[in-house]
């Protein structure tokens, strides 16, 4: 089983950045994909980005091309995701997770194996 605990979450204006953090432990890090989720009020949870065991290129979603950056440091079990040009519709609790499939860079909720409890991203116009 793999803990995941994000950090890095709060308030910040339009046109801001945030860099969130995921660590990780339980299992080794460089065994598993990882991902970034988030949920706005009232919506469904929905994909960010994921990256593969090796740090290669992420994949994201069209939503955050070119704004956000997900990269990932397996000597300190961590993920970042660099959160630039925010804007209020990226307000949202962010989960990160964990899929066993190390290479895959998957956008399916039901590919992750472990989930993080969440950090909350709120941009004010």
């Known amino acids: 089983q793999v803990q995941l605990v994000e950090s890095g979450g709060g308030l910040v204006q339009a046109g801001g950045s945030l860099r969130l953090s995921c660590a990780a432990s339980?299992?080794?890090?460089?065994?598993?994909?990882m991902g970034w989720f988030r949920q706005a009020p009232g919506k469904e949870r929905e994909f960010v980005a994921a990256i593969n065991w090796s740090g290669g290129t992420p994949r994201y979603a069209d939503s955050v091309k070119g704004r956000f950056t997900l990269s990932r440091d397996n000597a300190k079990n961590t993920v970042y995701l660099q959160m630039n040009s925010l804007k209020p519709e990226d307000t949202a609790v962010y989960y990160c997770a964990a899929d066993f499939a190390p290479r895959r860079l998957s956008s399916r909720e039901t590919d992750f194996d472990s989930w993080g409890q969440g950090t909350q991203v709120t941009v004010s116009s």
């Open positions: 339980g299992r080794t890090f460089s065994l598993y994909a």
